[in-house]
Structure formats: structure tokens, C-alpha cells
């Protein structure tokens, strides 16, 4: 099973910009597919980003949620361990707790691990 440590939350002012890092430990990364999560306050939590697990940016894939393509980039370094969510661009709406997730690959005996949050606040 992974375990994850998330960073990079904070308070930043409209159109400004933030970077989420989630550092991973306890199995092989490259072979989870990872993405990031949000909750806002009194709403269910919604997927933000994912991309596909894999050795080589040339062969992962991405999505993202509608109202956050074209400001957010979800990115992995496999040899960090680590994956990113540049978020460019933030709007008020954007303000809830940050949770990064990873998928085990398929027949694997594990299920999705989430890490334990951070904060992210848009606000003047």
C-alpha cells in the first residue's frame, strides 16, 4: 500500500497561483495512476485531475475537471515519487482541502490510498 504526504497549500489572492506537491512512499510509483481530489466546505468532494501511471510523460494521459482545464496541470515525477498540480489562474471557487490520491494497477489486492490534505484558500 502507498502512503501520501501532501504540501503546498496556503492562502493566495485571486488570479494568483499555487503548487500542490503529493510525495509517495511504500511501493513501486510509477505503476499508480494518480490524481487530485477537492472538498469545499458543505459540498461533496469532486476529482480535480488524475494521469495515468507510466515511465515516460510521452505515454501518460490526463483529464480534468471542466471548470479547471486550461488553469490546472497535473504532472508526475516517477523518480521523486512525487506528483504535482500546478494550478494557475485560482478563482474564490477553488478555496476547499486538496487530496491526492493514488490507484493501484488492475488485480491488485489494494485499494485507492488518499493523503491527509491541504488547505488551499483564494481570497483578497
Known amino acids: 500500500q502507498v502512503q501520501l504526504v501532501e504540501s503546498g497549500g496556503g492562502l493566495v489572492q485571486p488570479g494568483g497561483s499555487l503548487r500542490l506537491s503529493c510525495a509517495a512512499s511504500?511501493?513501486?510509483?510509477?505503476?499508480?495512476?494518480m490524481g487530485w481530489s477537492r472538498q469545499a466546505p458543505g459540498k461533496q468532494r469532486e476529482l480535480v485531475a488524475g494521469?495515468?501511471?507510466?515511465?515516460?510523460?510521452?505515454?501518460?494521459?490526463?483529464n480534468y475537471l471542466q471548470s479547471v482545464k486550461g488553469r490546472f496541470t497535473i504532472s508526475r515525477d516517477n523518480a521523486k515519487s512525487t506528483v504535482y498540480l500546478q494550478m494557475n489562474s485560482l478563482k474564490p471557487e477553488d478555496t476547499a482541502v486538496y487530496y491526492c490520491?493514488?490507484?493501484?494497477?488492475?488485480?491488485?489486492?489494494?485499494?485507492?490510498?488518499w493523503g491527509q490534505g491541504t488547505q488551499v484558500t483564494v481570497s483578497s
Open positions: 490520491y493514488a490507484d493501484p494497477p488492475p488485480l491488485s489486492p489494494y485499494t485507492r490510498s
Open positions: 494521469i495515468t501511471s507510466g515511465n515516460s510523460t510521452n505515454y501518460v494521459q490526463t
Open positions: 511504500g511501493s513501486i510509483f510509477s505503476i499508480y495512476a
